[in-house]
């Protein structure tokens, strides 16, 4: 690649990882100032002690948790180019099983982040509405108004998800651009008159701060501090979209700018603690009071469209969660679309739904966004304690010394644990909301997981080879009519030579099913996230194959075009015999009809199984009832499909002997 275009290439990329990557750490500083001064009591509770150690917290809570932990260390676990708590867990899964746990805890809680982010971020921005002079004594005086206005705005962003992000998407790299260089810009100018602020740098202000008088909320403080940080997990998140090294390029910029804001803010709210026309006023935000009041509109036009940004973003991540747990089993498997031909891009219309309900039941809740920050950060504290351990699992599985993967784990355990510790005072406060979400998705993965478990272990496979004779022989058998040309069962079953005999009961019991060729398909989800192979097994025959298709877990399964393409590659290599059709509309076409029989799971009455397994079991069934159905998942032509019902190989309930009278 020429030099130029070399260099253009990767300013793009960079470009769109501003406009991607960013957005909710990129947010914060539109409530994190106006939270530190809140929860202190307001401006007539500030004293310049106060804010100084506040600022130091907020500069070492970035440093350390965002720059060290993630950008620095957790972005050398990538699979494959891939972040994420699910694409953690996926590279050390195999050391110790019981690290489902933390998966499951942490990519929980940050589905329930994704509810709080939208709703705080966009009516932190659209309250600015209340900073513009000429709107002071107009509708914005009321905070239902501003309710209606935050709503559409949410409502909007949701509606939009169906379409895809693709056209407008090209705008977010630009359009964050400006936010950053205006945040930074507003925050050097406010600095400059007041540059004492600088030395907040220094960590012992900010250590003093936690136990000074003028701080009433002591070691809690951190809670609010913590939200200068909570877009650290999802920065990991969105890694695969533009790879570590852009933001490896762009992330000293975006933090410069952040600082830059937060110095600029301080200055301010410093330099207004006895102008006693703040004392009383709760209402007003230092991160559009360093603007010049002519300003203050484009600013708030400006924010509103980064809330907007950060939002999309972190929905796409919410799809992008919800996929990755379905293909590791941890979710019901749900209608997924995809709007745009662009790498990742997908739309999951129940998940868009629910978090949409959510946020609008958050904001109707809560009100304003001073009382969504009090609950606010809670359950990504959570996520990224989370990770800390799958981290440290990361660094011994590759050698590092234990020594010092022990002190670096360590230290971040015992510092996110002191921020899970002050943010647990947000229980009480409306944290529990993100808390029952978390714990709503956790039963689901927990009995989702679960089920399967149960179903694998009591599900009874069988060797294909001892069966080939009596398949060939009933292909070949004119006296049975023929069910379909090809016959698709799937399987779970990553062994090659060996099937579930329930299908094989399917296929041979009752009616026997009669085919030219039978296919058993498997699908095997690949850590390489997009991966797309097969491989075949033919037990020396040319009318029965086990295909195993090895797909990414970013990878949609589906087994209709796959199966489809290796029939027609197999019949031009001439391993499968070509398909006569007598009839048909399309007199080129080789390949016979295909018949995809799918087994429903049912729980047999008489199963001695334990009430708990029972249970999961029943849910299990139950949940799948009203979720995707494997023909829209594997994307199967329903006028392919037959459904059958084949109660679960469980251990038969030993009824006593009975005697004639």
Not at 174 to 203: C, E, H, K, Y
Not at 365 to 374: D, G, H, I, L, P
Not at 645 to 653: K, M, Q, R, T, V
Request: with cysteine.
């Amino acid at each position: 690649m020429p030099q130029n275009k070399r260099s253009n290439w990767q300013f793009g990329l960079m470009l769109v990882a501003i406009g991607i990557v960013y957005g909710d750490i990129g947010t914060s500083p539109l409530y994190v100032m106006k939270a530190v001064v809140e929860t202190n009591g307001g401006m007539k509770a500030m004293t310049e002690d106060y804010i100084i150690g506040c600022l130091s917290l907020v500069i070492w809570t970035i440093t350390l948790l965002t720059t060290v932990k993630y950008v620095l260390i957790a972005m050398q676990a990538d699979n494959h180019g891939e972040g994420g708590i699910f694409s953690l867990y996926t590279l050390v899964r195999k050391r110790r099983r019981w690290l489902i746990v933390p998966a499951i805890i942490g990519g929980a809680a940050l589905l329930a982040d994704g509810v709080l982010t939208p709703a705080v971020t966009v009516t932190a921005a659209v309250e600015g509405m209340q900073e513009i002079p000429a709107l002071k004594n107009s509708f914005v005086t009321h905070q239902t108004n501003i309710l209606i206005v935050v709503i559409s705005v949410i409502s909007l962003i949701f509606f939009a998800q169906r379409f895809g992000t693709g056209s407008i998407g090209k705008i977010f790299g630009p359009f964050m651009l400006i936010w950053f260089s205006m945040m930074g810009l507003f925050g050097v100018i406010q600095l400059a008159t007041d540059l004492s602020v600088l030395r907040a740098i220094n960590p012992l202000y900010g250590i003093r701060v936690l136990f000074d008088d003028s701080n009433k909320m002591g070691l809690l403080i951190l809670g609010t501090v913590f939200l200068s940080t909570t877009g650290a997990e999802a920065l990991y998140s969105d890694m695969g979209h533009v790879g570590k090294h852009a933001i490896f390029k762009t992330w000293p910029f975006v933090k410069l700018m952040l600082l830059l804001s937060y110095f600029g803010q301080s200055a301010w709210i410093i330099g207004h603690i006895k102008k006693q026309d703040m004392l009383g006023n709760h209402e007003f935000n230092p991160f559009f009071q360093v603007m010049p009041e002519s300003f203050i509109v484009f600013g708030v036009i400006i924010a509103t469209g980064a809330a907007i940004i950060a939002s999309q973003a972190l929905i796409s991540g919410s799809f992008t969660l919800v996929s990755e747990a379905i293909h590791l089993r941890l979710l019901p498997k749900l209608d997924i679309k995809y709007p745009s031909t662009m790498k990742g891009q997908m739309y999951i219309p129940a998940v868009t739904f629910c978090i949409w309900i959510l946020c609008i039941m958050v904001v109707l809740y809560f009100k304003t966004s001073v009382n969504m920050e009090a609950a606010y950060g809670l359950s990504i504290t959570v996520t990224m304690l989370m990770s800390t351990i799958l981290i440290y699992h990361y660094l011994s599985m590759k050698k590092i010394d234990k020594g010092l993967t022990i002190i670096i784990t360590g230290f971040f355990l015992i510092l996110e644990s002191a921020f899970l510790f002050s943010s647990l005072a947000k229980f009480m406060h409306g944290g529990y909301i993100a808390v029952l979400i978390s714990v709503a998705v956790i039963a689901l993965m927990i009995v989702w997981y679960k089920g399967y478990k149960i179903k694998d272990k009591r599900t009874f496979d069988v060797n294909i080879d001892l069966y080939v004779n009596q398949l060939t022989a009933l292909s070949a058998d004119a006296a049975v009519p023929k069910y379909a040309a090809n016959l698709v069962y799937l399987s779970t079953t990553n062994d090659m030579k060996m099937i579930e005999k329930q299908a094989l009961k399917s296929i041979l019991d009752g009616r026997p099913k009669r085919a030219d060729v039978y296919w058993f398909v498997n699908v095997k989800v690949s850590d390489k996230p997009y991966q797309v192979n097969y491989q075949i097994e033919d037990f020396g025959t040319k009318n029965i194959f086990k295909v195993q298709l090895v797909l990414g877990f970013r990878i949609h399964q589906n087994i209709n075009l796959y199966i489809k393409q290796i029939a027609a590659h197999m019949l031009k290599e001439g391993i499968i015999h070509e398909q006569s059709r007598r009839y048909g509309t399309n007199p080129t076409r080789i390949i016979g009809d295909f018949a995809y029989i799918l087994l429903m799971d049912q729980l047999p009455i008489d199963a001695s199984i334990a009430w708990y397994d029972r249970l999961i079991m029943q849910i299990k069934i139950f949940l799948k009832k009203y979720t995707a159905s494997p023909t829209k998942w594997f994307e199967l032509p329903a006028n392919e499909v037959v459904y059958e019902s084949i109660p679960i190989s469980l251990p038969a309930y030993k009824a006593p002997y009975i005697k004639p009278l």
